[in-house]
């Protein structure tokens, strides 16, 4: 069985949260978005108060879009406005490329590119990271970030300054309040993912308003991702956000403002 949080008034908003095998909870209220939006906020399966399925193989993302597509027809929803964080972007790219038809506003927030067959080079990322070189936990916790990137999960928490901008005590606070996850639906979620050709192709035919967000000094995606992505779309359009991984919240007003305006427009 899977759940599904209501929070807020307004037009729906059908919410996916990424890790992979986060529960909905981080999303909290998207920076002040429900005084706006309902939000509905969905705990993948095997996440949050989900169920964990008893085929471990559908924690697969490509077989996920299924979910979200019978969330859709439970909400009663001809069409629906989509938002899609970190992983679940890639959630959200390969539903919008399945049903273009049923998507009516489209909102990525520093996602994952990798299903659309964007690569983020090493490069790239090094040099992300050493733009932060001047905050005073650089240093201390670069060691971590090289240790979890390189597959010590233990590692993460001590990652995790360069994925809020600034790293202060609400960012701080989040991040260690939110940091349950599946390791199981993380270890599966990048699987059975379909060829990158065939996402971009089904993308090319969503012809509603697409956004992607990304954060100034996030190391992925970074802008030129995001704003590579938004070419996919005939209507796609990206910007960038103060913040890092998590903009609604270093940076709610901002990510608020953007994100209402974008969906009211």
Known sequence: MLVCHER?????????????????????????????????????????????????????????????????????LERMDLLGHSAAGGLALLYAARHPERIGHLVLVTPSVRPAGIEIT?????????????????ESRLPDLKAWDEGDESRRPGAQPFFYSPWNETAEAHAAQFAERSAE?????????????????GLAKVTAPVLVIAGERDPGPLPAHAAELAGIFPRGTSVVLPGAHYPWVTAPEAFAEAVGGFLDG
């Open 8 to 76: 807020g008034e307004g037009p729906a908003l059908v919410c996916l949260p990424g890790g992979p095998g986060r529960s909905s909870r981080y999303l909290g209220d998207l920076g002040g978005l429900t005084a706006r939006r309902r939000l509905f906020l969905l705990d993948n399966r095997g996440t949050g108060e989900s169920a964990a399925p008893l085929d471990p193989d559908t924690y697969a993302m490509g077989r996920m879009v299924a979910d979200v597509e019978a969330l859709r027809a439970r909400l009663g």
């Open 122 to 138: 090493d490069e790239q990322w090094c040099a992300q990271i050493e733009r932060r070189a001047d905050e005073s936990w650089y």
């Open 185 to 201: 639906a993380a270890e599966r979620f990048h699987t059975d993912m379909p060829a990158a050709e065939k996402t971009r192709a």
